[in-house]
């Protein structure tokens, strides 16, 4: 009867104490605050590289657009990759062994074969499968580049991964698709990769 009355009694105290409440109540909400935390700064990572890569990726096709690449003289695959990771500003420092580029020419006036080339499946991504080709004055080229991000927050990796289960990578990718000037060719084209 005594031990009764001495749970009851302690039950009645511990109902109505008030210390340490904010404590438990912080301690039921604090696993879903930061997971929404962290997932709010992953998301921001991704549209950043994001930006960046988009940024990069405009800017050096630009010289394929105008010409400048192709009468420069550095016509390959990695010579396109250096000018879009030199424009990579705060991932340019690893960026070389994980951006990929893809650029394809099509016929002058084939826009519907142009509009029609589907991006890699981020699931499947092989960078052994992709073309380079800046064509010549006048042609249609599309340019992808890709750049594999590596998520940090374990829990949202299964929402924000896309390069399969269990990599926790990102894919990345930047289109830019244009025409390109009628530009003095002196240089020598390589074969159309389409």
């Not at 700064?41 to 990069?56: Q, R, W």
């Not at 390959?76 to 062994?97: E, I, P, Y």
């Amino acid at each position: 009867m005594a031990l009764r009355k001495a749970r009851t009694s302690f039950l009645r105290r511990f109902s109505r104490a008030h210390r340490g409440a904010a404590a438990v109540e912080f301690a039921f909400i604090a696993f879903p605050f930061l997971l929404l935390l962290f997932g709010i700064v992953e998301l921001a990572m991704v549209f950043v590289v994001a930006t960046t890569l988009e940024g990069a990726t405009d800017s050096a096709s630009r010289r394929i657009r105008t010409g400048e690449f192709q009468t420069s003289g550095a016509t390959s695959k990695t010579d396109f990759r250096d000018l879009v990771c030199a424009r990579m500003s705060w991932l340019a420092g690893g960026c070389a062994a994980k951006l990929v580029v893809d650029v394809q020419t099509f016929a002058v006036g084939d826009y519907v074969t142009a509009a029609g080339s589907t991006p890699q499946n981020p699931t499947t991504f092989d960078p052994l499968t992709t073309c380079f080709s800046a064509g010549g004055p006048g042609d249609i080229v599309l340019v992808r580049t890709y750049y594999p991000w590596t998520l940090f927050t374990p829990l949202l990796n299964s929402a924000l991964q896309n390069m399969g289960t269990g990599t926790g990578k990102r894919l990345v990718s930047a289109v830019a698709a244009f025409r390109n000037e009628p530009y003095n060719n002196d240089a020598t084209v390589g074969a159309k990769c389409t």
